[in-house]
């Protein structure tokens, strides 16, 4: 009985072995078809490039506000706080901008915070950009926060920021680059024209693809 089992044990070591086999000569055929298929490398790449131009456009407009919060004054005149506080109150009508997710989740950071406080000193309004921003990467983009090792929710304290943007003229590099300076905006008492300007910004962004070339590769894992 323990020859047969042994018979046995082995004939279907060697049927899974042929099965894995005939997979991998399918999944190497696929491969080599993928590897010549250039609609399909297109398309990749087409996807890809879009999604990563949409994280540039994310990315760019957290700086705004953080190097923003950074130039806030120390002690806001009324009209100040009034005007930075409407302007913070709108972020909830362009959320799809900032964050798919959060649009989609109807996020209510804002509306729960105590914007008041908020716009009330520097030390304040970095703090509010501070908390958002972690808000929306722990709440609403937590496969890049799982698998992103590098990620540290409490990276973004108010000194990180100071020194940050103190340390890097983001304000300067981005008014030559896109044109947009919410700094500006806040002194001009025009800040309501903004989200239209990053809105055509971001369309302009977006028509850089031929910026950006990537290589990658189909292999079986």
């Known amino acids: 009985m323990l020859l047969f089992d042994n ?23 696929l491969i ?4 010549n298929d250039f609609l399909l490398i297109h398309q990749i790449k087409s996807i890809t490039l879009n999604k990563f131009l949409q994280k540039k456009i994310h990315h760019l407009l957290w700086h705004i506000f953080h190097s923003f919060s950074v130039m806030y004054p120390e002690t806001p005149s009324e009209e100040e706080k009034l005007r930075t506080k409407n302007f913070i109150n709108k972020i909830t009508t ?36 501070c908390d958002y921003h972690k808000e929306v990467n722990i709440k609403y983009r937590q496969p890049i ?11 973004f304290t108010t000194d990180f920021i100071i020194e940050r943007y103190t340390k890097n003229d983001y304000i300067s590099l981005i008014e030559t680059t896109y044109n947009l300076n919410l700094y500006k905006n806040f002194q001009l008492n025009s800040m309501d024209t903004f989200f239209q300007l990053f809105q055509s910004c971001a ?17 079986s894992i």
């Open 203 to 219: 369309k302009e962004i977006y028509r850089e693809a031929d910026k950006y070339a990537f290589q990658f590769k189909f292999s």
């Open 32 to 35: 080599s078809c993928a590897e």
């Open 145 to 155: 926060v799982v698998t992103n090792t590098n990620y540290e929710a409490d990276l």
């Open 7 to 29: 018979i046995k044990y082995k004939y279907n070591i060697l049927y899974i072995m042929a099965k894995i086999t005939s997979f991998s000569l399918i999944d190497e055929d």
């Open 94 to 129: 362009h959320l799809s901008i900032i964050c798919s997710s959060c649009n989609r989740n109807k996020d209510t950071f804002i509306q729960n915070y105590d914007i008041d406080l908020a716009v009330s000193s520097k030390t304040n309004i970095i703090q509010f950009f």
